[in-house]
């Protein structure tokens, strides 16, 4: 193979991975089907995708932020912080309940990694937090965190480990608003996830991970 040839494929096809995105956009394949329940997790991909591409001119940016903000759980007219319950969103329409008189959702489904999600895309296309009930959504955020400083990803159950810890420090960060977190206690967890080989596993005593450097940075946030 010749440098020539060599330096071709090494140069990527903007353009065609911007079609490629766009096009799910408009519609997933159905290989995706399956993946209802993170909508918001895809819709993510797509729309940082698109942002680092330089294209995020191809979608409409009030539309994507419309559908997203109908993925929040709404607490009603009444909120008890202590109640359990995690105001967040919702990962996908088939998540979702139709909300009483009070505009309660009968089951609230919302989820760390779709909030994280849902802020992200947000964020992504210029939407004003100021609008957002940030401080019901951290403070209701505290409902998910264990003894031991990790994080749910649901009020309902679920596993404990650093991704939910990464999901809930990116809101907080996201929001301006750390109430929803023991600071001291996520430090003391992020570090008993420290392997002997220096690096960090998913929970305290696994072996170590590249993703997990991300806790790092974590830390360096919890710590300023």
């Known amino acids: 193979m010749s440098s020539s040839e060599?330096?071709?494929?090494?140069?990527?096809?903007?353009?065609?991975?911007?079609?490629?995105?766009?096009?799910m956009y408009h519609l997933l394949p159905n290989p995706y089907e399956s993946q209802e329940i993170n909508h918001l997790t895809l819709a993510?991909?797509?729309?940082?995708?698109?942002?680092?591409?330089?294209?995020?001119?191809?979608?409409?940016?009030?539309?994507?932020?419309?559908?997203v903000l109908s993925f929040q759980v709404r607490h009603g007219t009444t909120f008890d912080p202590n109640n359990g319950q995690f105001y967040g969103f919702h990962g996908s329409r088939?998540?979702?309940?139709?909300?009483?008189?009070?505009?309660?959702?009968?089951?609230?489904?919302?989820?760390?990694?779709?909030?994280?999600?849902?802020?992200?895309?947000?964020?992504?296309?210029?939407?004003?937090?100021?609008?957002?009930?940030?401080?019901?959504?951290?403070?209701?955020?505290?409902?998910?965190?264990?003894?031991?400083g990790s994080f749910m990803p649901i009020h309902t159950g679920g596993e404990t480990d650093l991704r939910f810890v990464y999901c809930a420090a990116a809101i907080c960060f996201m929001l301006g608003n750390w109430n929803g977190v023991d600071k001291e206690k996520v430090k003391d967890y992020i570090l008993k996830c420290q392997s002997y080989d220096g690096g960090f596993g998913l929970v305290p005593g696994a072996e170590s991970h590249v993703s997990q450097v991300v806790q790092l940075i974590v830390l360096s946030r919890l710590s300023g």
């Not at 071709?8 to 766009?22: P, Q, Y």
């Open 6 to 23: 060599a330096s071709s494929m090494e140069t990527m096809n903007k353009d065609l991975h911007v079609t490629f995105i766009e096009m």
């Open 44 to 67: 993510y991909f797509v729309v940082s995708s698109l942002d680092i591409l330089n294209a995020l001119q191809k979608v409409d940016k009030e539309a994507i932020a419309n559908w």
């Open 94 to 148: 088939s998540s979702q309940f139709p909300p009483d008189e009070n505009g309660v959702f009968c089951h609230n489904n919302s989820h760390l990694a779709s909030t994280y999600c849902a802020l992200s895309i947000l964020k992504i296309v210029g939407y004003d937090f100021s609008n957002l009930d940030s401080e019901s959504m951290s403070t209701s955020m505290r409902n998910l965190q264990q003894p031991d």
